[in-house]
């Protein structure tokens, strides 16, 4: 089949499209220029341009674009999404009930939602990897030394200046400002469950006091309302923020630990700050070296398997997570990855596998063989073709 693949300056394009030309389809790619995102009049016009003359029967796009699927259902074209962000507003915009979508999405809770709200095409698709990619890379000398450590993060803090819910915070009431407070406290000692979407659906007077500090409009048609945009752009944002912060002070405290973020680390002394690092190389040299590698999932992904717990096991490093439900059944904590449900857990954790290094390697061969196994790009896309071709 011809496949037109919407770049919208997404994690994976390279092993999307290498996964598609590798089952036998034609690709053919646009790009959406960044400056054109926020322009729906030039965006229309490129993307009109692009998907009519392409001569192609599918669009797919990482993550799911509205507007990608208006164009779909006018042209007769089916459109697949494979999302890997959360929060993601836009699956909740009118256009997701157009006949022409197939939504896959990495959370199966997120999946549920959907087709609670009469989504008829939306499946749980976990994310995966590219083997033959990952394998490729070598290590250098130099690399040992830039990149081992006995614990590592690679994660945004979502201390940025532009962080939404301290911008807000400041226009808040003292009692508002405290409940929300109290929330995020609870929240931030909780791990894999979410509390926070409920309460807030449930307190209306909280809700508007937080629109007249920060106003937001959504779509009409939205499938969702303000308490979503509320809990998961702003609270569950700054609850990762408290969380992180917290692990990086009381882990750094105890073991050589490297930290790799766009934010700033400089009040934690303990820490070894080391910036960002390229997606394709040299994060897998960071997950390949480090002998614990953390993760620590956005609360607003209330089930699924961050991508950056998959590239962590993809590449072979040992990986201790907070559970998440979607763990079970394709993973096995103890066997695949690590699980904890707090901070001293966590520590007690990695104290144990740092001093038991056969374990803790064994676990990391494991869950690497597996995803080669099960959660090969090409093995998922080949699923997703299988649906869409047959429903």
């Known amino acids: 089949m011809n496949i037109l693949y919407i770049d919208y300056q997404m994690y994976g394009k390279e092993d999307i499209i290498e996964?598609?030309?590798?089952?036998?389809?034609?690709?053919?790619?646009?790009?959406?220029?960044?400056?054109?995102?926020?322009?729906?009049?030039?965006?229309?016009?490129?993307?009109?341009?692009?998907?009519?003359?392409?001569?192609?029967?599918?669009?797919?796009?990482?993550?799911?674009?509205?507007?990608?699927?208006?164009?779909?259902?006018?042209?007769?074209?089916?459109?697949?999404?494979?999302?890997?962000?959360?929060?993601?507003?836009?699956?909740?915009?009118?256009?997701?009930?157009?006949?022409?979508?197939?939504?896959?999405?990495?959370?199966?809770?997120?999946?549920?939602?959907?087709?609670?709200?009469?989504?008829?095409?939306?499946?749980?698709?976990?994310?995966?990897?590219?083997?033959?990619?990952?394998?490729?890379?070598?290590?250098?000398?130099?690399?040992?030394?830039t990149f081992s450590s006995d614990v590592s993060l690679v994660a945004s803090l979502y201390n940025e200046e532009h962080n939404l819910y301290d911008r807000m915070s400041e226009r808040l009431d003292e009692h508002t400002r405290g409940y929300l407070e109290g929330i995020m406290n609870a929240q931030a000692n909780m791990y894999g469950v979410n509390i926070i979407d409920e309460v807030l659906s449930q307190n209306a007077e909280i809700v508007a006091k937080m629109y007249k500090a920060m106003p937001y409009t959504v779509d009409e048609g939205c499938l969702v309302g303000l308490p979503y945009v509320y809990a998961n752009y702003f609270i569950c944002r700054k609850v990762a923020n408290i969380q992180r912060i917290q692990f990086i002070k009381e882990i750094s405290k105890r073991f050589d630990m490297k930290v790799y973020t766009p934010g700033?680390?400089?009040?934690?002394?303990?820490?070894?700050?080391?910036?960002?690092?390229?997606?394709?190389?040299?994060?897998?040299?960071?997950?390949?070296?480090?002998?614990?590698?953390?993760?620590?999932?956005?609360?607003?992904?209330?089930?699924?398997?961050?991508?950056?717990?998959?590239?962590?096991?993809?590449?072979?490093?040992?990986?201790?997570?907070?559970?998440?439900?979607?763990?079970?059944?394709?993973?096995?904590?103890?066997?695949?990855y690590s699980a904890y449900t707090s901070l001293d857990e966590a520590l007690y954790l990695i104290d144990y596998y740092l001093s038991h290094d056969k374990e803790r390697c064994a676990i990391a061969d494991t869950a690497k063989q597996k995803m080669r196994e099960g959660f090969d790009v090409i093995m998922l896309i080949h699923q997703m073709m299988e649906i869409v071709v047959t429903e």
């Open 19 to 145: 996964a598609f030309m590798g089952l036998g389809h034609n690709v053919y790619s646009t790009d959406v220029p960044v400056l054109y995102e926020d322009d729906k009049d030039k965006l229309a016009e490129l993307l009109y341009e692009d998907m009519s003359g392409c001569g192609c029967e599918i669009a797919f796009t990482s993550n799911y674009h509205p507007e990608v699927s208006d164009f779909c259902q006018k042209l007769g074209m089916k459109y697949i999404s494979w999302t890997y962000d959360s929060p993601l507003i836009a699956l909740y915009h009118p256009s997701i009930l157009n006949e022409c979508n197939y939504v896959f999405v990495f959370d199966s809770e997120e999946v549920r939602k959907l087709k609670a709200c009469g989504v008829k095409h939306v499946y749980y698709m976990p994310l995966g990897i590219n083997p033959d990619r990952i394998d490729a890379i070598t290590i250098s000398k130099e690399d040992k030394v």
């Open 264 to 336: 700033d680390v400089s009040d934690i002394k303990t820490v070894k700050a080391m910036g960002t690092v390229d997606y394709k190389t040299d994060m897998n040299k960071v997950f390949m070296l480090s002998k614990i590698n953390l993760n620590i999932t956005l609360p607003s992904i209330h089930t699924g398997i961050p991508l950056r717990a998959m590239d962590i096991m993809g590449a072979g490093g040992f990986l201790l997570s907070n559970w998440q439900r979607d763990f079970d059944g394709l993973f096995e904590n103890g066997t695949d």
